[in-house]
Structures are given as C-alpha cells and as structure tokens.
C-alpha cells in the first residue's frame, strides 16, 4: 500500500523575516510515518518545517506554506491507497507579502488575512480522491460532536479527534489521547505515546481500505 501522509505546522509569510505559524512540532505526522514504513507500506510525507529527523525510506516533499502544501498534496494524492491529514495547516495567511522588512514606524498595525485553501476538504471533490481519507481533527470543546461534523462535511472514512485545549497531550507532547471516529461508530483511545496510537490509526485505516476493495 502507499500511505500518503501531511505533518507539522506551515508558515505563512508576513514580510521576508517574519511569518504565521502554529505550535505543531510535527510528532504525530511522523509517527504515522513511521509505523507506516515499519509495516512496510511506502510513505510519501508531505511535511511543514519541523525539528524531526526524516523517518528513513520515506518519500519526503517538505513545504512551507499551506498553498505549497497543497499543491504537492494534489500532486501525489492519486499515487496514494489511504491519506492521512496530521498537519496543522494554517487557516488563513497575510493578503500580501510586502518585499522589504516590514518598518515599525507606527505603534499599531492591522494584518489583514485571506482564507487558505481547505487541503483535506478538496479530497474529494477537486482531486476526485478515491482512496481512504482519514482527517484529524483539533478541537477545544464539543471535541466528538465537532469531529463528526468535519467527517462528513469532508468526506473521510475516518477522523482523528483530539483535544487540544490539554497541555498533556496534543501539541507538541510525546501522548496524545484520541477518538476514531466513523460514520458508525466512535473508539476512544486512552492516553498513550504517538508512536502506539499511531500503530491504531494505521490498523485502523488498513481496515477500512480491506472493507472497501470487499464491497
Ligand atoms: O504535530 P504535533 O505537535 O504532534 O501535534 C499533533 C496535532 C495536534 C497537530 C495533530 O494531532 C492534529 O490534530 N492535527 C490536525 C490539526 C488541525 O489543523 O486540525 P483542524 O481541525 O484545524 O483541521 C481539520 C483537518 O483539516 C486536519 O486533518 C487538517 O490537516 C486539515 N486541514 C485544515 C485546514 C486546511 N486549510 N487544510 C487542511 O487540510
């Protein structure tokens, strides 16, 4: 099977020294990656910047930008049997890129920012994707009811809902706890290291890609 998986925060220029960016450290895209290769699947990891090492037989596209993201996305996606969104792609980036450094010359200053395009919710309709879509999906209140919100609204088989208000797990932790959620059913999983939940998330995804080449 090919696995294709996106990890880590991008980063959404505001002048040529400063950019947007988010508290992904990247963990949890790798581990998957990992777990991924260690059950012999190729990898293709489309990853943001992060501090990670690259996991070793990976197919590895780093991008910056949720635009640059999303075109290797709709670049190698058809490649892939099952595609997994870890990444923490930034919502919204600055209108305009000016240049030359930004001056602090005024004692405020208002960033106007343009949405950026919804990588995951394209799956399917713009990239015509038809292997398992599994989302995840970053929540700080009514974190199953939202999570099932965006399953359907984005067409995945399966989604990854975790709690990100948490110190202890989520951003940049070693655990994180999480729920499987399908149009069926919900399996929450207790708190335990990425590596382990990312073990399930792969068993999980095979799973689902077994029923669908049954049906
Ligand atoms: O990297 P770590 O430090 O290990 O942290 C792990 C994590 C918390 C980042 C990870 O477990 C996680 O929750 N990743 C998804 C973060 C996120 O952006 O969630 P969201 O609910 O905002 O987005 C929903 C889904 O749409 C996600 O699969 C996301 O990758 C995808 N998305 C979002 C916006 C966008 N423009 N394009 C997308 O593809």
Redesign the pocket.
């Known amino acids: 099977m090919t696995i294709l998986i996106?990890?880590?925060p991008t980063q959404e220029a505001i002048d040529p020294v400063r950019y947007l960016t988010n508290?992904?450290?990247?963990?949890?895209?790798y581990a998957l990656a990992e777990q991924a290769l260690g059950m012999k699947h190729r990898v293709i990891l489309i990853s943001g910047p992060t501090q990670l090492d690259i996991p070793a037989g990976a197919d590895f596209i780093p991008v910056e930008s949720?635009r640059e993201m999303f075109t290797a996305v709709e670049r190698f996606i058809s490649q892939s049997d099952i595609a997994i969104?870890?990444?923490?792609?930034a919502?919204y980036r600055p209108t305009s890129v000016p240049e030359q450094k930004i001056k602090k010359s005024s004692e405020t200053m208002t960033l106007e920012l343009v949405k950026?395009?919804?990588?995951?919710?394209s799956c399917r309709d713009v990239f015509h994707y038809q292997g398992v879509l599994v989302?995840?999906?970053?929540?700080t209140e009514k974190v199953e009811e939202h999570a099932r919100g965006?399953l359907l609204r984005?067409g995945c088989d399966l989604l990854?809902a975790?709690d990100?208000s948490r110190q202890d797990i989520?951003?940049?932790?070693d655990e994180?706890e999480i729920m499987l959620i399908t149009a069926e059913e919900t399996i929450p999983l207790p708190k335990d290291s990425?590596k382990h939940l990312a073990s399930h998330v792969i068993k999980e995804a095979l799973l689902i890609s077994q029923e669908k080449a049954e049906q």
């Open positions: 996106t990890a880590g508290r992904s450290s990247g963990k949890m895209g949720a969104f870890a990444a923490a792609v919502d950026n395009p919804d990588i995951l919710g989302g995840f999906a970053a929540e965006k984005k990854i975790n990100v989520g951003f940049d932790q994180n990425k």
